[in-house]
Each structure stands twice: as C-alpha cells, then as structure tokens.
C-alpha cells in the first residue's frame, strides 16, 4: 500500500515501522511535523516535545544506551543546543539505534541563519545519511537505525526544508519489533571522562569501517550515461538534476559522511566535467578536491547562499528553461509579516514603542515587534538570548533596557540567563509573552502549558513561581489584551531599580480551543464615529476601511479581544448582537 506523504511524515512512519519505541525533539520548523505526527498516529513510539534540544538530545540518549531504538528531532540551530551531547555520544557509541534529525533550512525560510550541518557530523564523527525524496525519508530512517546497531554509533539523518516538506508516494511496511538491547554498567565506556581517550582510536576505526561500507553500499547509487557530463550530488538536489540534466551521468550520494574516496575518483574519471550539486556548503566539493581530482564545477557556479531549485540550475548551466510556474505572470499580493488577528503581543509592543526603551529580542513570532508599524526590537539572536544581550547592553551603558521572551523560549533557554542576571546585579527588565504555547512553529504545548503532545493534561509550571525562586522580588502578571494595565505594569518595573519581570498573558489565538468556539465580534457604529483613526493605531487585519472612510471591523476575523474598543475615545466600538462560531 501506498500513501501521499510529507517527507517529515515519511520519517515518522520510518520510526514506526523500525521498531523506535522513543522519540524526543523540540518544535523547530522545517521538523516539527515529526514528532507531531508521531504523537497523533504512532503512539507505540512514545512519542514527546522535551524542554530544549540538548534534553531531547540527552534523553534519547539515555533510551538509546539503555536497549531502545530512538529517534531525535530538531531544526539545524536546534543541534547547536544540543551539541554538548551530540559531539561526546560518539565515544562510549549507543546500545539500540540512535537517529538524530537535523532539519537544515537553505534560504532561511523560518530561521536565523543558513547552517550546514553536514560539518557538524563531520566534527562529530557521526555517520550521516541524506535521502532524496519522500520514499527515502522514510527508508532510510530503518537503515539509519540498522546502521547505528551494526556499528554502535549515533546516525545523523539531514533534511532541508524542501525535501521535509515535500510531498511524494510511499510504500508502507509493518512495524518491526526490535528486543531491547542489553545495558550493560561500564566505567570506561559510558561514565568516567578520562577513560575516554581509550576509545578515541574505536572512534576512527569506526568511521574507517563505515567509509569502506560506503564505497558498495547502495545509498551511494550511480547512474551511468553515454555522456562527457557528470554530476555528484545528494539531498533534495537530485531531483533538480535530474529534471534539469536528464542527460548526465549522476552519483546520487546517500551517505554523504564518511565520503568513498574510491567511488568518488572513479566516477570522476569516467567523465570530462563533472558538476557537484549541493545545496549549502561545498562539503562534498571540499573532499573531492582534497583527493587531488581536478575536473569538478561546483560552488563557482552554483553558488553557497540560499535553497536550489531547477531554475537556478538551468541559469547558472545556460540550460534552456524549463515551462514557466503557474504562478508567473499572476499579480499576487504581497502580505508583510504580521501578528495574527487577536495576538496579545501587540499591546505590549505598543506600549515598549511609546515608552521608548531599548528591547532585546528574542527567538518568536514576537520578532515582528521589529518590523513596522512597531518597529519596537532592537536586537534578536538565538533562543534565549534576549536576556543575555539585555545584560551585556545595560553594562554598555544602555538604560531602561528590556527583554522580551516567550514562554517557551524562557523554558527552552531563558532560565540559566535570568538566574545569572540576578546573581550578577542587574536591574534587568524582563517581559515574558505567556501565551501557552509554542506559538512560532504551530502553537504545540511545552511544560507551562498544561499539555503533553498528545493534548492529554500534564503538571503545568508556574512561570511566576519559578520566576520569584530565582530571586525575582518584583513580579507582575497582566492580561495581555489590557493595554493600559500592560503599559502601567511595564511603567512600574521600568522603575524598579531591581530585575523585574513582567508576564502578560493570554493564550496564543491558534490554539485548537481558541479557533472553534463561541464569540462575540465587535462593531462601528458610525452615528458616533468622529475618524479619529484610533483604532486602525491597534494595527489589527480585521479593522478595514469602508468607501466612506470609516473603520469596520470583519466580524468572522474578529476575536474579540476588545484591544479596539479599549482605544476608542468616542466608545464607538461595541459588541455585535449575536454571537458567531469561529
């Protein structure tokens, strides 16, 4: 049986069928499908969202050493979180299979940075897989698993955002029961440092075996043509290859760490030129040439910034273009980034616009509050780092400094900086955007919530308990959508000559429970509207303009968050007279 499939949904199926009876990760898009899809349709795998990377990383780890197949994900900033136990894993090697998703992001649609991860495997002496389509990310998540018992090490499996959140058919097996390993205790494999060294030489040995393993195995494929062109290349790649040079020889690397220096050399004598095609770094290209081979074109041509596509492989090869997309020619309307309709996050950068302040930021939907109409963040970074770039400016000699942080990210990386800036005697000003969710990446629950990824009740922390536990005295918790009441609270710590901490909450309006239910929209009446323009300064989607210039408010877009009504100085925005389902 076949099915149409997510490349990240084939992955989850590929953890089911291989046996994997855990799965950890941290939402981070292009990978958050995963672990979501694993909780709402292959519960054998116990499946969780853990509070960061590196404890996702941990606990996976943990399983793995303890006899259990594992699956881990994450996005490629997400493994720089968990770095610390990806680079020592290696070492004492695993027990069950262990597959770690890195999901890479060329183009950085949803991201701060373009990393290639493949160096990070590399660095860690990690054998890493790269499928090419949907088909694949399912596949080779078993032979991931396989691989990693066969040769007791870690697998990294990498996607790109193309190839997660493509769409392709998928033959489906059953699921494999595996027996749990043995765990056996042993100092100098899994516990004391110093004996580590021992095992370095297994380390390279290893990697040594899987390089051999890599010059037959078939996730190396070669597609030989009666041709003077040939292409290596891996990932999502090979499909642009392969519609923009059908012609060419092809090396389709599967295994793309450790490389096979013998297929490599012989495949590039078989042809003239031989292009390599890969998306991001020049990581396979930085091999071949280090194996002294000279009649390879890769980087100077196809360039290291931003996603491939088939597009910008017929331009950089002067190839005839390929038909046109259906969206060329169509007049589509641009949208800038926006806080969704309802989002409390607007009173609160209305306030830090008007109060004038210096804002660090943080990783969120929340990052908008940089972009017009606020234009109220001022800097923004990596996860967690709103607090710590709010302390190094106010030693700078910045004052009345805030950082602002969600919820999520305050548990994910917020907690270590705000105890730190306590310790050190900072005056910080911290704003935690409490809206029970992780907004960003889909609005999946995380500790303070209430919820576990299966939408079953679980412990809720309290973020104002933790907050005071680590030697916060001043404490304000506001509704969010209570502009004058955020704006006073922020006014107070502002003057705190302390840190001070202010959590405005109100749930994230794309929550399940938050779209399917009852309101009340709001209304203009225009008998006592003066065009004052009030409202249109809440800066919400739903508040038009009609042809005579007044506001009206699109009631099935309305959340009736009553922001507007609160700004109205003539009390023309009222509550409509029937209730609406949105």
């Not at 995963?34 to 116990?46: F, H, S």
């Not at 303890?66 to 020592?88: Q, S, Y």
Request: aromatic share 6%.
């Amino acid at each position: 049986m076949r099915e149409l499939l997510l490349g990240n949904q084939a992955i989850a199926r590929g953890a089911w069928e291989g046996g994997v009876k855990f799965a950890s990760g941290y939402p981070g898009t292009p990978s958050t499908e995963i672990i979501e899809t694993l909780a709402g349709r292959y519960p054998e795998t116990n499946p969780r969202w853990s509070a960061n990377e590196k404890v996702a990383f941990e606990e996976g780890m943990g399983a793995a050493i303890g006899g259990l197949r594992v699956l881990v994900t994450m996005k490629h900033v997400g493994l720089n979180v968990a770095a610390d136990a990806f680079m020592v894993f290696p070492y004492s090697g695993t027990n069950g299979g262990f597959v770690v998703i890195s999901a890479d992001d060329p183009g950085m649609h949803s991201s701060q940075n373009e990393q290639d991860n493949r160096y990070l495997a590399r660095m860690g002496k990690v054998p890493l897989l790269e499928p090419s389509d949907a088909q694949e990310c399912k596949d080779y998540v078993l032979l991931g698993l396989e691989l990693s018992e066969k040769f007791s090490s870690p697998v990294m499996l990498r996607t790109t955002t193309r190839l997660a959140h493509h769409k392709g058919l998928v033959e489906l097996g059953e699921r494999k029961e595996v027996e749990q390993a043995n765990f056996i205790p042993d100092p100098k494999r899994f516990s004391v440092p110093i004996y580590r060294k021992l095992r370095r030489p297994e380390v390279e040995q290893r990697l040594q075996d899987i390089r051999a393993l890599a010059e037959t195995s078939p996730l190396n494929r070669v597609e030989h043509a009666d041709t003077s062109i040939g292409v290596i290349t891996s990932g999502i790649s090979y499909q642009y290859v392969k519609e923009v040079l059908p012609e060419a020889g092809v090396l389709r690397l599967g295994i793309t760490f450790p490389l096979p220096p013998e297929l490599l050399s012989s495949f590039c004598a078989a042809y003239e030129t031989v292009y390599i095609v890969e998306e991001g770094e020049p990581f396979i290209e930085e091999y071949i040439r280090s194996l002294g081979i000279k009649n390879v074109i890769g980087k100077e041509l196809f360039g290291v910034i931003g996603e491939y596509s088939p597009g910008r492989l017929q331009e950089a090869l002067g190839k005839a273009k390929l038909p046109r997309p259906l969206t060329d020619g169509i007049n589509l309307v641009m949208r800038p980034p926006m806080l969704c309709i309802g989002c409390g996050h607007r009173t609160v950068f209305a306030a830090l616009r008007q109060l004038k302040v210096t804002v660090s930021g943080d990783i969120g939907c929340y990052t908008m509050g940089a972009l017009p109409p606020y234009e109220a963040e001022h800097t923004t970074f990596c996860m967690g780092a709103s607090i710590g770039t709010a302390v190094g400016l106010e030693k700078a000699g910045h004052e009345r400094v805030v950082a602002v942080i969600g919820d999520s990210t305050f548990i994910h990386a917020g907690i270590p900086p705000l105890i730190d800036a306590v310790y050190n005697g900072s005056q910080l000003t911290l704003v935690i955007l409490d809206n029970s969710a992780t907004g960003m990446t889909g609005s999946q629950p995380h500790p303070a919530s209430g919820k576990n990824v299966k939408g079953e009740p679980a412990p809720k922390l309290d973020l104002a308990e933790l907050v005071r536990a680590s030697g916060v005295q001043h404490v304000t918790i506001v509704d969010t959508w209570q502009r004058l009441d955020v704006f006073r609270a922020l006014r107070k710590a502002l003057a705190h000559k302390a840190p001070a901490v202010v959590i405005a909450q109100g749930p994230c309006q794309q929550l399940p429970e938050m779209k399917r239910r009852e309101i009340i929209p709001f209304l203009v009446e225009e008998e006592l509207c003066t065009k004052c323009e009030a409202c249109f300064k809440v800066w919400c989607p739903a508040i038009k303009r009609n042809q005579a210039g007044f506001p009206f408010i699109i009631a099935a877009d309305c959340t009736s968050c009553t922001v507007c009504a609160q700004v109205c100085p003539t009390e023309a925005i009222r509550l409509a007279d029937e209730t609406i389902v949105v």
